[in-house]
Every structure is written in structure tokens, then in C-alpha cells.
């Protein structure tokens, strides 16, 4: 069974002309998958925002911010010998690694699930302190017994990790710091404690022994982390051989936790699956897709910033329905529906 996801006729939801840039001299490059939650009796995304400088014919240039939060444009010449600079996401300058864009998290909200606006008295999210120079990434949300935690890839050049943030009312915040460090990301938060235990799956990352496959962790206090476990591998010749990581939250079903996952192949594809994980010990992977259930096919998934690309850390969830919003190409936010059943027939022991 190949791609079962219903999109929406509206796509995209989102693109970069339909925001403002935080400041003059900076435009929105890119609109990234966001963290999805329900709250004041409507749908909110947390939309990942990416902006850079206009850019020239001769120069590449993109900010960071410095460790007391104020942002600093480089600009580094095309024709410079230190200068590598043929990925679309990442250049790197004598020897270190940036960010072509600087991210930060930006609410919206909606009432139909369709149509999202900007609210005007809730304020965006940006990267603070030494381990968020290069930005705040693709926030997952997680309500448990009234608050949300907000986990979110930290970039700096540092290296990449995780931070998190909660909040009960999305007008103040409060700072957890790092919570996983370098290298890791794809951090969800499971929205119900298990036999008095908080759970997480994480990627961690492995440039040697090893890959980029997703674990699962627990907490006592949804701070400190351990018991890691790695769950889920990559397979070789397949939709998913070179990297996997979580999407949201996994959802509780009676057959156990269904966890929709990204996987890529080395040539930057990305796809979606399904894996279910046992109710009671997260740690044991009862089936999982073999194809994906959903790979880019429409003209704003495979055309973009970075093309070929469907990618999602948020949904809601109403019965049989799993309404996911997902990043397209890297560029646009976009939204699909699945059912439930039709996911659980995808999988395979």
C-alpha cells in the first residue's frame, strides 16, 4: 500500500509571502513543518520561520545571533577558497559549519484547521543564549496534565541538540535549557506518562559506528533523561535507509502507540511511515510499515527551497482521523488527513 494521505485541496496552507519578516533587511526564506496543538478551543501551529538576506550575485549571507540575542549578518564571498557552499541548507567556512537561514517558532491559529492567521498579542519564539546562535528548529508539542512542552532543535556551533521550553498559557515560558545534548533531535514527548514514568523518542546521531536512528528514553520528571534505547533502524535499499526520526507525539491506540516517522534516502528524499510501539513497554516495536504512507508526489513537495520532501511533527487527532500538517519542499506548510485504520492495515510484524 503506497501513499494513503488525503491532501488538502488547499495546498499550501502557508507559504513565505503570507508572513512578515521579523526586521528590515531580512526576508522569509522557507516555512518548516510545525508543532500542531489544540487550545482556547482552536487548532494552533507552531510554525518553523527561516529568514535570511536577500542574496547576491557574488556574496552569501545569512545571520546568526550572538550569545546576548542580537542578530549578526555574515557575508562571505561566492568565490572565497574557504568558502563550501553547495548545499542549500548548510555552508561551510574554514572549517565550521552555519546555517543559511536563522529559524525561530511563530504562532498561528484557526478555527476550521484550513484558514491560519498571526494573533497579534501572542509574541514569536526566538533562540536565546550560547547553544541557540544558529536558531530554534521543528518544535514538536506535547499537552500532558495541562502543560505543554515544547521541544525543539537548538543549533549552534556548538553543535545540534535539544531545548525545551513549557508553558500553560503560551504567554510565558519557562526555559529547561539543553535537555539532550549534541547530537540529537526529533525529540517527542509521548502525552500520557507510563507506569509513572515520562517517555521520549530522540535521534541521536552517528557519523561512524552506528546512524541516525530513533531511540526511546524515559524521565521521572520530564527533565532528566536515561534508560535509552535505540527502537528503530534504518533499511537498507529502502524509503527510509539512511536516516529516521520521529514525528509528534505518539497516539494511543488500543493496539498501542502509533507513531507516524520520517526516513530519508543519501539523496535527501523524505517520506513518511508508521511504526506501533506496545502500550505498556514503549521499547518493543509490535509492526511497521514497509512502504511509506506518504512520499512527496504534488509539484510544491518535490519544487522547493529543498525539494523532494514531506516532513511532519504535528497533528491532531479526532477519532479515526489523524489530520497531520507537514513541511513541504523544505517551503511551505501544508495539511493531509489519514485514517487510523487505513494506517493500521500498512503495517506489517
Known sequence: MADIAKRFPQNPLLAPKDLKATSEGLHIACLLNPGVFRFDGKIWLLVRVAERPQQSEVHVSFPILTATGDTQIMEIALDDADLIATDARVVRYKGVDYLTTLSHLRLLNSDDGVH??????????????PLQTFGIEDCRVTCLQGTYYLTFTAVSDSGVGVGMRTTTDWKAFQSHGMILPPHNKDVAIFEEKINGLYYALHRPSSVDIGGNYIWIAQSPDGDHWGNHKCIVKTRPGMWDSARVGAGAAPIKTE?????????????????????LLDLNDPSIVLARTTEPIMEPTEAYETTGFFGHVVFTNGHVVDGDTITIYYGAADEYVCGAKFSIAEIFEALEI
Request: hydrophobic share 30%; net charge negative; aromatic share 18%.
Open 116 to 129: 491560519f492567521t498571526e494573533p497579534e498579542d501572542y509574541n514569536k519564539l526566538f533562540g536565546s543564549g
Open 255 to 275: 493496539k498501542g502507540w502509533l507513531e507516524i516517522y520520517h526516513g530519508a534516502t543519501k539523496e535527501h528524499r523524505y517520506c513518511l511511515g508508521a511504526v
